[in-house]
């Protein structure tokens, strides 16, 4: 079995403002890194249903985004007219992507659509984001196929907020997540561990350079995935804690991006016959998001 990718052009059409860091350009870039790669199962991110958004956020909220039409949501989230459609393929590939790994179609997947999702909280949209596609995801894996256990990993440099507050009450999903602190949205302290203690925050001070990182994810956040033994896990692929990235101040480089892939990989061996669904979060210098992407994709085709 191969590794699905999974995007769509619509996802070209969410525009934000120039010099947003959230533009237009990542997607492009990573499409042009990941043509490069042989051997992909390349399909289109359907839309979603309504029913997909609604197993995470209320329908007032789902209709507040979808009439809302072009402008500012707050200080750094934006919708054009093409945002809503946008958002409903990041939601639809993440949802496809499950629903593919778990037919044993593909082996793992990745998903590479715009809005990013893991700012977006039960009923406020913030951080970029607009719904909350990995959580989504989990849910549908949860409840639309039936597992017991799914575990959500985030190495963002920006704390997943918006999937703490979605998963927070829910027992059959394990988040952890790893992020730089201080920095925005300045959630994400490890006394924050969910209603069932199934959420674990892994704070990084500015400067944490990969063998730090490794460290931490070797003490902390692996062996916690490993003792919840997941049927499937997701995960939020931020690659803004990157050296070269201008929103964040950690030190990873591309390799340490190849060492979490391979790891993650090890574990969902292990657990849950190789499943995996990857989702596209942050990552803003262009360059340094492309190579890693790069690098995490041909991490889970060899896993």
């Known amino acids: 079995m191969t590794t699905l990718l999974i995007t769509h052009p619509d996802c070209l059409n969410h525009v934000t403002p120039p010099g947003h860091p959230e533009q237009v ?4 870039y990573i499409e042009a ?59 639809g590939g993440a949802v496809a992507a499950v629903d593919a790994v778990v037919a044993g179609e593909v082996r793992n997947a990745f998903v590479a ?53 979605l998963l927070w009450n829910e027992a059959r ?45 070797q003490r902390q956040v692996f062996p916690r995935v490993d003792s919840f033994e997941p049927e499937m896990i997701l995960i939020s692929a931020g690659f803004d804690a990157h050296a070269e990235d201008p929103l964040a101040n950690l030190n990873w480089e591309t390799e340490d991006f190849t060492w979490l892939t391979e790891e993650i990989c090890a574990l969902a061996d292990k657990h849950c016959g190789g499943r995996i669904v990857s989702v596209l979060e942050g990552g803003y210098d262009l360059d340094a998001l492309s190579e890693s992407v790069a690098t995490h994709v041909a991490g889970l085709m060899a896993g």
């Not at 201080?182 to 969910?194: M, V």
């Open 25 to 28: 350009a990542r997607l492009k």
């Open 33 to 91: 890194a990941l043509a490069r790669i042989e051997g992909l199962d390349r399909r289109e991110a359907p839309l979603c249903d309504e029913a997909d958004i609604l197993r995470c956020h209320p329908r007032a909220y789902l209709d507040a985004i979808a009439t809302n039409g072009a402008g500012q949501l707050d200080a750094d989230t934006w919708m054009s007219e093409g945002s809503y459609q946008a958002a409903r393929r990041a939601v």
């Open 113 to 165: 659509t715009r809005p990013p999702g893991h700012h977006a909280e039960t009923a406020k949209p913030m951080g970029f984001c607009l719904f909350g596609n990995v959580s989504i995801a989990a849910k549908h894996a949860l409840d639309g196929h039936g597992m017991s256990r799914v575990a959500v990993i985030d190495f963002d440099v920006h704390h997943g907020n918006g999937t703490q507050d």
């Open 173 to 217: 999903a394990f988040f952890a997540t790893s992020q730089q602190m201080p920095l925005w949205p300045g959630t994400g302290d490890p006394s924050e561990r969910g209603a069932h203690d199934n959420v674990l925050n892994v704070p990084l001070a500015p400067g944490t350079g990969g063998a730090e990182m490794r460290d931490a994810y």
